[in-house]
């Protein structure tokens, strides 16, 4: 059975969803091995720090302060940067699919993600992100981060638009069941044709 209520707006998380996630587990494995950072400290320092990056209360070079750059390196800052900026890559064919349902359904698209500032600048801009994204409510901006369920509060009236209206793309379950206890309808994204199955179950169909 379809979802009664016209959906209006899309919420979409970045990592996972559009891209790569920016600086996950994965990522930092790598920077460790590449950087030859001891793994154990490198990892209780992020953990310790990251949420205050991301919900926009350090800049990146705080960050880096903390985590990395605490005692003198081998490497530049600058260098430490661009290989945490170059890990993220797209996902085409779920970009192309946001930008056909926008355009066949005059859709508002609004990003909800938890993210630091400058990677969230840098993967917003560089992938082309905001050429079809109306608004972003992203944890360093609004300074609240997923699962906290007032950052899907400011998504819903900063669209002014019902929470009914509104399909939610993320691939985190538990992000998914906190939007869809606010009457957000949320998808747990894992693969394109799955999500794109789910989405016509609300009328949304290529």
């Excluded at 355009?103 to 990003?111: D, F, N, Q, S």
């Excluded at 608004?135 to 007032?150: E, L, N």
Aim: charged share 25%; with cysteine; hydrophobic share 40%.
């Amino acid at each position: 059975m379809e979802n009664q209520t016209p959906i209006t707006t899309l919420f979409l998380d970045i990592g996972g969803v559009l891209l790569t996630n920016g600086w996950d587990r994965k990522a930092r494995k790598l920077a460790i091995e590449t950087f030859q950072l001891d793994a154990v400290e490198t990892e209780e320092r992020h953990h310790l720090t990251f949420d205050t990056y991301e919900v926009g209360k350090l800049t990146l070079d705080e960050y880096l302060n903390r985590v990395v750059f605490y005692e003198d390196r081998s490497f530049t800052r600058q260098a430490f940067r661009d290989f945490m900026f170059a890990r993220s890559a797209p996902y085409p064919d779920m970009i192309d699919m946001v930008k056909a349902l926008k355009e066949k359904y005059k859709l508002k698209i609004a990003i909800v993600n938890n993210e630091g500032r400058e990677l969230n600048t840098h993967r917003i801009h560089y992938f082309g992100i905001s050429t079809f994204v109306d608004f972003f409510v992203s944890s360093c901006f609004v300074h609240y981060r997923k699962p906290d369920a007032d950052i899907y509060r400011i998504a819903l009236d900063i669209a002014q638009v019902a929470a009914a209206e509104v399909v939610y793309l993320e691939d985190r379950s538990m992000f998914v069941d906190v939007a869809n206890g606010l009457g957000i309808n949320g998808i747990c994204h894992q693969a394109y044709d799955t999500t794109l199955a789910a989405l016509e179950k609300f009328g949304l169909r290529l």
